[in-house]
């Protein structure tokens, strides 16, 4: 059985129109326009356990849109979708249990807390004994290299330091599915190297299934042999990465985007990586 699967996955917002000024207000008070927009429409994808692949796509495509649903935080408007054999939206605690989402722009941290408080917040929120909390903190920490850092406010802690530890609170219960959503966002290439290094282990020694968004094409290109690409709410491209650019700049080319990359500048996939940081 599939890890991740979405079958005709849909999700469509509805808005009103109102035209500027003290006119349009007051049409839209009696003569209200309501339009939709299809955020993801009929979505199917299948990965497999111990898979990491890549989901890739241009701002408003529908990525983060397609992981929320994934993980719960939103109702799909239509199709179905499968995680580790739960249906995501009815948010069961074992469901939750068992697995984790990490945004770039947002918060596990508390900012005026040390790490270790937050820790403990999760340790209960997640039933763990305190054999498996030290268990997996110690494993987790030196995999991470942080041991140093645990009892530094959050608001003290450099961005690569806090996204090392938001990884860090979102892995402290092992989950088996981990949901990324622009993990490296604004870290200089040193911090993305190490986070990349960090979640390839974490995959390779935990088993752990991961399927990550970026913009960074080096996050892709150094972690996932396999890479979605979605376009306008739909899946354009299913398989290897090196296909993927090539989906991504008929995407950009169909949407009217002006200065598209050449794919011939792109990094190729089987190349060394511009940054070796030392194990």
């Known amino acids: 059985m599939a890890a991740i699967e979405a079958v005709q ?6 808005y009103h129109h109102k035209a500027p000024g003290l006119r349009g207000s007051l049409e839209s008070l009696f003569r209200r326009r309501t339009l939709e927009r299809h955020a993801v429409d009929h979505v199917s994808f299948a990965i497999e356990q111990g ?3 890549g ?21 799909p408007s239509g199709g179905a979708a499968q995680v580790l054999g739960y249906t995501p939206h009815r948010r069961e605690h074992a469901f939750l249990k068992r697995i984790a989402l990490v945004m770039g722009q947002k918060n ?3 900012h005026d807390l040390p790490v270790q408080e937050t820790l403990l917040v999760h340790k209960e929120l997640y039933d763990l ?3 498996d909390f030290r268990r997996n903190l110690d494993e987790l920490v030196d995999l991470l ?4 850092l645990l009892d530094v406010q959050v608001r003290k802690l450099s961005l690569g330091e806090r996204m090392k530890m938001e990884l860090l609170t979102a892995l402290i219960h092992r989950p088996e599915v981990l949901f990324l959503d622009e993990p490296t966002i604004g870290l200089d290439l040193v911090s993305q190297q190490r986070v990349r290094d960090f979640l390839r282990r974490v995959n390779r020694e935990l ?3 991961i399927l990550l968004t970026s913009h960074y094409m080096e996050d892709i290109r150094h972690l996932c042999p396999r890479a979605l690409v979605i376009d306008q709410g739909q899946i354009r491209f299913d398989g290897p990465f090196q296909g993927a650019l090539s989906a991504l700049l008929l995407a950009a080319g169909a949407a009217g985007v002006e200065d598209a990359p050449d794919l011939h500048t792109l990094p190729d996939p089987g190349a060394p990586s511009p940054v070796e940081v030392p194990q």
């Open 9 to 14: 996955l849909s999700k469509t917002y509805t």
């Open 51 to 53: 898979e990491i692949v």
């Open 55 to 75: 989901f890739l796509g241009a701002n408003g495509a529908g990525k983060t849109t397609t992981l929320k649903m994934l993980c719960g935080l939103l109702y």
């Open 108 to 110: 596990l941290l508390r």
């Open 129 to 131: 004994s305190t054999t």
């Open 145 to 148: 290299g942080v041991r140093q």
């Open 207 to 209: 088993g752990t299934t």
